[in-house]
């Protein structure tokens, strides 16, 4: 059975991560993989044409456009290895479970996040402790 969005929520957390599961999100991983890639290419692309023959009001309002797509694809480009990640983690059998306590992520977050490592008690608990550190 071919699972949705939709099939995948209303499925019994007793079928959590069964096959069909990760079938969908090895594809949905795959798919997020290709786009990203693509938009990476055509971005990076785009900035390498963009005209430098401008005035220097233009000029400054340009240099900090392309500093931002920079960061942006900066960002995104780090997007790829958590991608591969997850891909390793569904052929090892470790995908959607948290990799410090184990317990189920949960599909809800993993349809927003399918990269996630941690289910969400984790995730806050750490930045949480983040805070307190950057905060003293």
């Known amino acids: 059975m071919k699972y949705?969005?939709?099939?995948?929520k209303k499925a019994a957390?007793?079928?959590?991560?069964?096959?069909d599961q990760l079938d969908f999100f090895r594809e949905k991983l795959?798919?997020?993989k290709i786009e990203l890639r693509k938009h990476l290419e055509n971005e990076r692309s785009e900035l390498s044409q963009q005209s430098k023959e401008c005035d220097d009001l233009d000029r400054a309002q340009i240099e900090e456009e392309i500093h931002l797509r920079l960061r942006i694809l900066d960002?995104?480009?780090k997007l790829l290895p958590k991608i591969d990640e997850a891909l390793i983690r569904?052929?090892?059998g470790s995908y959607g479970y948290c990799s410090n306590t184990g317990e189920a992520i949960?599909?809800?977050?993993?349809l927003v996040r399918p990269t996630a490592l941690f289910c969400a008690e984790e995730k806050s608990r750490q930045e949480r402790i983040e805070k307190a550190y950057k905060d003293s």
Do not use: C, F, P, V
């Open 30 to 32: 795959i798919d997020m």
């Open 75 to 77: 960002r995104e480009s």
């Open 90 to 92: 569904i052929d090892d």
């Open 13 to 19: 957390s007793s079928r959590y991560m069964n096959q």
């Open 106 to 110: 949960g599909i809800e977050r993993l």
């Open 4 to 8: 949705t969005e939709a099939k995948l």
